[in-house]
């Protein structure tokens, strides 16, 4: 593997990463502030890319409906919040799990619905649809740039809103006691829904933009989801940082899987036998990852202070 | 109200064992193909209730154990064998190392760190079976023969199979209840209540959690066996991790720490699932919701809303 190969690969994981962050951040903070396990955060992903490859058709302009998309979407985070995941906040977690897993089933299907059960594909706007050549010999596709940087900057903002906003200042007294922050007078249960609908607004995000790239389809926040859990799990649930670092190891991780592993092998196995191994072991690579972080540092690499 | 539930249980055993004789005098053989199905969730919900609702182990990765009872028997027909010892023994023990393995390392968490850990777990073994080019990946594996024990026993015959499924699961009922009313099953209660206790008179939470999680994932082997025995195929689908859900949802519906709730929460789950998706194919609209209520509305599953339940007990 060459430094150019190289660099392309981390510019990958960096993409997968910031995505993944973006979807995660919501969640850890659902998870860390209302102890919350939420199986539904995967749909307002979904529900981002499907609002985005919609309006982009009816609009024409694709950052109009990116953030039509959002806004639309945190509105639908907000319904589902008041309807049913507001009661959960005190269930334990096996509740949340059957009742979020319900919510999963009704909006996947709800979707095949209106929009039908084929993959929708949308293109990358012609304006980025270009390449960039970042180095002598490297042409990276300028789409996927624009994805690295506003996920870059969306975990800017956040950091921004969490250290140094009084909402933030409100958002994190809640996660270490809500009881003592609802106790001075502040609205906890709205609190809760501006954490969703922030939670909201970034999943929707990382969706409408992931939309060009990826197929859209029915199912498609669950594994996002699944691997959002994970990137949780290793970062420490309910940290933002942890979240952060943790999107990027494993997007890291699983690019750089995907691609040296297979060669790797072929250093010790036969032609055949990397083949088939090398795709197997990437894949499980990630949840070897949280295995392994789970066995050893149990909260996670970088867990919240307070508590 | 121990009386009905004694008496309930014996009419749904007696109703279970008529239903390949109304099945064939009414002509609807799929009704047959339908409750085999259902036993064999039910010893999955079973299963998973045994470690649930006894052991407070919240495994979100059951799903993988009937992947790997379900893999052992498409493997071994894929090679020519179709001995059912040799079909069934190899799925136990496939089942009891793999649960040993992700035992040990995840029975030592505890709350949501061991959802995560068995849900990584049954994801690792899901992506596994969909690399593995050899026995089908992602297009999964048709079953070459059924298990046949000693020419005797044949699961191909719809009858004896479901005969055979509805033993078995009767006599993992009957296991589970001896169990959890056996010294080993109330020091496992003991645990889930509270383990820093059970810690200070001197057990090792460690141990018993193990040996339940290993005993859990075998019952769910087996169902996963038979499982391949019926649709004579076997995909990783089945070990995805909404299936994993699924059997949650099973256990919980009919109500956990009730053994025989699950069996009910089986039926109802997959009930639900054919009748609605007679009316419409968007059947999963209906269902959502109708889970959702469940949680908010039924706190002790459907189960308890016909046999009050003695006590209040503690989840975990």
Redesign the interface.
Known sequence: MNGVLALEQILNGLQFGVMLFLITAGLTLTFGIMNL?N?AHGILYMLGAYFCASLTVATGSFVGAVILASAATVLVGIVIELL?LK??YA?????Q???T??????????V??IWGPASIYSSVPPALSGQVELIPGLLYPAYRLVIIGVGLVAAAALVLLINFSKLGMLIRAGASNRIMVSAIGVNIDLLNTLVFGLGAAFAALAGAIAGPILTVESGMG?DML?LA??VI?IGG?GSIKGAFIASLLVGLIDTFGRTMLRPLFELFMTKAAAN?AG??VA??LI??A??LV??FR?QGLFPPRTR | MRKLSYILCALGIAVLFCVPAVTEVADMSYYLDFTTRVVIFAMAAVSLDLILGYGGMVSFGHAAFLGVGGYAVGILSYYGITDGFIHFGVAILASALVALFIGMLSVRTIGVYFIMITLAFSQMLYYLAISVNTYGGDDGLSVRGASVFAGVVDLADRDQLYYASLAILLGMLLICYRLIGSRFGMVLRGIKSDERRMIAIGYSPFRYKLLAFVISGVMCGIAGALLANQTLFISPAIMHWSRSGEIMVMAILGGISTLFGSVIGAGLYLGLEETLSRFTPHWQVLLGPLLVVVVLFARNGVLSLIVPRRAKTRHG
């Open positions: 396990v199986l049913t009661r959960l269930r334990n977690h096996l509740d799990v059957l009742a897993f319900g919510v999963v089933l009704f909006f996947n299907e709800l095949r619905i669950n699944i859990l994970v799990v649930i088939s795709p197997a894949s499980m949840y070897l949280m295995a789970l066995f149990p």
